[in-house]
């Protein structure tokens, strides 16, 4: 005979479990939004240095100078070659007047220019890179072209933007990492004391023949509904805190020039990771729990 599956006795008990121990359940979703939390931030704070990094090297400008031996014709000859180097975006030609011109821009007083010529300047090319970590390669490859004999990059910057980015990725994934087990060890705390409490009650149903599931997913409803629970609250409470915490540094005026990823562009990536990650620690640690009340 086919058992039927009945999804509202599990459920019922599964609740029935969660506020027959209150109190630890209450610690369970508690410690299980505090760690979601603290990742979530994490992680948003690895997206935004991203988002930062990518920023810089789109703005960011190596500085290509061009031979004086080269005249502009052939100085332009060179914009294919530098174009096809794997790291660089798109380059720009200035030439010798178009430098002095930008030069001159910055001073109001245009009359100590009057006997300076344009001629002093050299025709350079202003290079965009794709990745900031491969500006040192990048620099290299420029000089080894004929006819740039000087190539001026922001090398101290592009390592430290490198370096925030590789130090910000692994505290995120030790964190991530340590956060998951601490989850995992409460909820199959939580699971194992509702479990202890009804070990009389187990060892009857086993005596009488109750299957392995029939034990098991009233239990692992419990967890799911806890791991739920501290996921949904999480996402808000994430939801609520950057929103805050961006605006305070939006409006701040020592870090009023960084720009902030949107949470919205965030919303729903972050959302199916709280939802699986409440999901995980919450079927998980109930599946750990209640293993050992069904062996024979």
């Known amino acids: 005979m086919r058992r039927r599956w009945n999804t509202g006795y ?12 209150g109190l630890m359940s209450f610690a369970s979703v508690c410690i299980t939004i505090a760690c979601l939390v603290i990742m979530g931030s994490f992680i948003l704070l690895a997206v935004n240095v991203s988002a930062i990094i990518e920023k810089f090297e789109k703005d960011n400008v190596v500085l290509a100078f061009v031979g004086d031996s080269l005249s502009e014709q052939e100085a332009r000859a060179l914009e294919s070659r530098i174009e096809s180097l794997p790291n660089v975006e798109s380059a720009t030609f200035i030439s010798r007047d178009e430098a002095m011109a930008s030069f001159m821009e910055g001073y109001q007083d245009k009359s100590i220019f009057e006997n300076l010529d344009s001629s002093i300047l050299r025709h350079r090319y202003a290079v965009y890179i794709r990745d900031i970590s491969q500006t040192e390669q990048t620099q290299r490859e420029l000089l080894a072209i004929d006819g740039i004999v000087k190539v001026n990059a ?48 187990i060892a009857i149903m086993r005596m009488v023949g109750a299957t392995n599931a029939l034990i098991r997913w009233p239990f692992v409803f419990q967890g799911f509904i806890l791991g739920l629970v501290g996921a949904f609250t999480a996402y808000i409470a994430q939801y609520v805190i950057y929103t805050l915490v961006t605006n305070f540094l939006a409006n701040s005026y020592n870090v009023a020039f960084l720009t902030f990823v949107p949470f919205s562009e965030v919303a729903l990536p972050l959302f199916f990771v709280f939802s699986a990650v409440g999901f995980g620690v919450g079927v998980g640690g109930s599946a750990m729990a209640i293993k050992n009340y069904l062996r024979v």
């Open 10 to 21: 599990y459920i019922k008990e599964g609740v029935a479990g969660i506020f027959g121990h």
């Open 154 to 201: 922001n090398l101290t910057i592009a390592r430290g933007f490198v370096t925030l980015r590789n130090i910000v990725s692994i505290v995120t994934l030790v964190l991530v990492a340590i956060l998951l087990v601490v989850s995992l060890f409460i909820m199959s705390n939580t699971i194992k004391l509702a479990a202890y409490d009804r070990r009389d009650e």
